[in-house]
């Protein structure tokens, strides 16, 4: 198995075999908690517009977070904390965000794609060893799908040390990224839409027991819970 990392937008659209992708701070991770939540139907797409014809048709409710959209543009906002304590059961939502739903767009050459983060990343580990690819890549997406963000980075290189069997500490890594760049907005009192505890739910690590498995659909993909027993190891 080679497992490949790369990055941002140009890193997804050259991507084959099963892909990952991974934007951590905070739409792979948000997808996690919609599932968990118990929506009906879970689509991400790629413009605000499409977004909200899409929600009209199916009689859905858009989520996400774009650079200059106002938060109030959205009757969900793009944050693990808030969406805890809202009622989703049985919503269809579609989602879209600046990198990570873009990003599962554009996976033109993937044999298969799945969305992938800190809070399920055992989940995809045994997902992928379970099913043996020839060709694993791992996209972080970065900030705004163009730029390095150390939290993707680190995700990804922290899923492909656990598939191959090298060691991380991922107490050491979260602390680093308490500190980078792209997590202050977490700490800054003026971001209603950040709280401070999207920092901690995103860095809940193996959380979830379960991958989210992308199929396309006009206008966008669809994302499906998939169950992951776990591995057993020696």
């Given at each position: ?86 009622d989703i059961r049985g919503e269809t939502l579609i989602h879209v965000t600046n990198a990570g739903?873009r990003g599962l767009m554009v996976c033109e050459n993937a044999d298969e794609v799945v969305m ?20 694993v890549t791992l996209v972080a997406m970065g900030t705004g799908g163009v730029m390095r963000a ?85």
């Amino acid at each position: 198995m080679i497992v490949n990392v790369v990055e941002c937008l140009s890193g997804a659209q050259r991507a084959k075999g099963l892909v990952v992708i991974v934007d951590v701070f905070r739409s792979t991770t948000l997808g996690c908690f919609l599932a968990a939540g118990g929506v009906a139907e879970y689509i991400v797409t790629d413009s605000l517009d499409r977004a909200r014809a899409m929600a009209a048709e199916r009689g859905g409710k858009v989520i996400g977070e774009l650079v200059d959209v106002p938060p109030r543009e959205f009757d969900y906002l793009n944050s693990p904390a808030l969406i805890e304590k809202a009622d989703i059961r049985g919503e269809t939502l579609i989602h879209v965000t600046n990198a990570g739903t873009r990003g599962l767009m554009v996976c033109e050459n993937a044999d298969e794609v799945v969305m992938g983060s800190f809070v399920n990343a055992r989940a995809v580990v045994d997902y992928v060893l379970a099913k043996q690819p020839e060709v694993v890549t791992l996209v972080a997406m970065g900030t705004g799908g163009v730029m390095r963000a150390q939290e993707d980075m680190m995700c990804a290189m922290y899923i492909k040390n656990e598939i191959e069997g090298y060691p991380n500490s991922f107490k050491t890594l979260k602390k680093f990224l308490h500190d980078v760049d792209t997590a202050a907005k977490f700490f800054d009192d003026a971001r209603e839409d950040c709280p401070e505890e999207d920092f901690d739910l995103c860095m809940d690590l193996d959380r979830f027991d379960f991958i989210l498995k992308g199929e396309p659909v006009e206008g966008g993909v669809r994302l499906e819970r998939v169950d992951v027993p776990a591995r057993e190891t020696a």
